[in-house]
């Protein structure tokens, strides 16, 4: 992979900064600053503990060092880590980072952990390790005649959309994994875009989407859908969030939408 480095002098008397970082997929983390000796590492936040994980040396230009570090075997725990240097004879040293740029965020491998890059108080790079809502997974979905039928794991009893005061607009019962969504259960539903969540009263969780590999999980290929009985216009789409979460797009009975 070729990076899009910052240039920096790279001088040793000069504080480390990181060139580039950036977590592509959720579970990797790439870095690089000016070369120099030493490797880079993750230490956890306001310790001197210097962590035992996967990195890899990915230094593919002399005037820089880069690493890719392995954040999977972080999953399930939520906490902070700064980046740091680590050379010979010298104590870790926190890499340096200019304001991040806003960026897409993915599940890790566990789709239970999410990890961010953040730039502290004192201007360090850290990677920061949150753990998310617990999810439903969408396994498979399967066009039938006039509906469709939805496969998930971990789902409870009922497959919903909610309203602003977390009441079902409508909702579709679970039967063992799997949903049948009809066209005839779509008749009077004003046009709407929302999560689809499953569950109960007061006890709602999201789908999300299983092993995520998209930046932008909305420029996937789309899931089938269900349409007009009288010709191809969309009844009802089953979108991805960028987040990655399913949603229920309901259009009207003349194609409009939410």
């Known amino acids: 992979m070729k990076l899009a ?3 920096r002098s790279g001088r040793s008397s000069e504080p480390p900064a990181a060139s580039f970082a950036a977590i592509l997929d959720g579970h990797l983390l790439w870095v690089a600053v000016p070369a120099r000796p030493g490797r880079l590492a993750l230490r956890r936040a306001d310790t001197a503990e210097v ?3 996967a990195v890899e040396d990915v230094t593919d230009q002399s005037a820089y060092l880069a690493a890719r ?5 972080l999953d399930g725990a939520e906490n902070r880590y700064d980046v740091v240097l680590v050379s010979p004879g ?10 991040l740029p806003r960026a897409a965020v993915r599940p890790s491998r566990d789709d239970r952990t999410e990890h961010t890059l953040v730039r ?3 201007g360090t790079l850290r990677v920061r390790t949150t753990l998310l809502p617990a999810a439903a997974s969408l396994l498979a979905v399967r066009r039938l005649d006039d ?10 009893r009922e497959l919903a959309v909610l309203d602003d005061d977390d ?3 409508v909702s579709w019962p ?3 994994e799997v949903v049948t969504i009809t066209r005839e259960s779509l008749a009077g539903l004003a046009p709407i875009t929302r999560p689809a969540v499953t569950g109960s009263t007061g006890h709602w969780r999201p789908v999300r989407r299983r092993d995520n590999d998209l930046a932008d999980p909305r420029s996937g290929a789309p899931l089938p859908q269900i349409d007009h009985p009288e010709d191809d216009r969309p009844l009802l789409r089953l979108p991805w969030s960028r987040a990655g979460l399913l949603q229920v797009r309901v259009f009207g009975e003349d194609g409009d939408d939410a």
């Open 147 to 156: 509906a469709l039928e939805v496969t998930l794991t971990g789902a409870g």
């Open 51 to 53: 962590l035992d994980v």
């Open 167 to 169: 009441r079902p607009l």
């Open 174 to 176: 679970v039967a063992g």
């Open 5 to 7: 480095l910052r240039r």
């Open 120 to 122: 502290s108080p004192d």
């Open 69 to 73: 570090i392995h954040l999977s075997g």
């Open 90 to 99: 010298q104590d870790p040293v926190a890499l340096l980072t200019p304001p």
